[in-house]
């Protein structure tokens, strides 16, 4: 499979995301999901299934250094002490001794930046995270924790989907080599009705999910797509054999109008756009 390149860091161009995935059916399709051939897991501290994606990461029976695994750590414990405390939790529960990368999940205007980059930085230096990087940043977010960090920050993660207009943030995250991982990537459900992507599906045989993956693909734009069905599971890793035109991706691209933005909660940053 195609992989982005950031610092060092490899990342395989679609992966797994795991939000609201519980228990055994978790399980079930993160296991499923290696067996048919995603090598990139998306987890968080604040999902509640750490355990579970580490035993289908197990139970798979790929080999650990050929998966991708993403978690990330809570607003709440950004604090120095209380993170480091939280990724040897997050360790625990996925049965790992290190994670491939770990990422701040949401910033927190309460706690100094400088704190938890700092934080962050010490995690990388211990041997628990090969690489690491933020979530949900804004642009000045972005170059305060660049010029902060003593290593490199290698992802921003944030939503992006055929609607939300995020280029001014991802233009920051490229200009210091920060791969770029997409979040609600079907822009929760909205995608699969959408009359542009499933006309541009049907001229290449494809659903509208994997039209808007696709999309995403061909920007270097990693999107983590989330099913509970074990049938979408092969839909959307389907999507890195799609080819779009120039032509096509510019249509989807007239599909970003105002107030797309499905993700944001309290602790939201001002967002750029
Ligand atoms: N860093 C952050 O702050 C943050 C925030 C949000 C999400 N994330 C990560 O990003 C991942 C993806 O985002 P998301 O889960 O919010 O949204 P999403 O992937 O855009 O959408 C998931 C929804 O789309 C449906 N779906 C999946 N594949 C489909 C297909 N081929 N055709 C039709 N419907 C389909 C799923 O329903 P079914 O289950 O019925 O298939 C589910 O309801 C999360 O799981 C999580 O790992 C990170």
């Known amino acids: 499979m195609r992989v982005i390149e950031s610092h060092g860091a490899r990342i395989p161009i679609i992966g797994f995301g795991t939000m609201t995935l519980k228990d055994d059916l978790c399980i079930d399709l993160v296991e499923a999901a290696l067996h048919l051939g995603y090598r990139h897991l998306d987890t968080a501290q604040n999902y509640g299934n750490e355990r579970e994606v580490g035993a289908g990461l197990r139970r798979s029976g ?3 250094e050929d998966v991708f695994l993403t978690t990330k750590v809570w607003f709440n414990r950004l604090a120095e002490g209380d993170f480091e405390r939280s990724v040897d939790e997050s360790l625990a529960r996925l049965g790992l001794p290190f994670v491939d ?5 949401w910033p927190n205007a309460q706690i100094p930046l400088a704190a938890s980059i700092a934080a962050l930085c010490k995690v990388k230096r211990a041997g628990l ?6 979530a949900n940043f804004n642009i000045a977010m972005i170059e305060e924790a660049n010029k902060l960090a003593t290593e490199p920050l290698a992802c921003l993660q ?6 939300l207009d995020q280029s001014r943030v991802i233009a920051a995250a ?8 997409g979040y609600c ?3 929760r459900g ?3 009705g959408d009359e542009v992507l499933q006309r541009v599906g049907r001229a290449h045989g494809k659903t509208p999910a994997q039209v808007a993956l696709a999309d995403l693909e061909q920007q270097d734009i990693i999107p983590i797509p989330r099913t509970s069905k074990r049938e979408r599971l092969s839909e959307n890793l389907g999507s890195v054999e799609l080819s779009l035109s120039a032509a096509e991706m510019t249509e989807i691209d007239k599909l970003k109008r105002p107030n797309a933005r499905i993700v944001s909660p309290p602790q939201s940053p001002q967002w750029d756009n």
């Open 101 to 105: 990368l770990l990422l701040i999940h």
């Open 158 to 163: 944030i939503e992006a989907h055929p609607y």
């Open 62 to 64: 790929i080999r650990r």
């Open 185 to 187: 990537p079907l822009a």
């Open 190 to 192: 909205k995608v699969p």
């Open 129 to 134: 995270a090969k690489h690491i990087g933020v």
């Open 174 to 181: 490229r200009r210091h080599g920060m791969a770029v991982v």
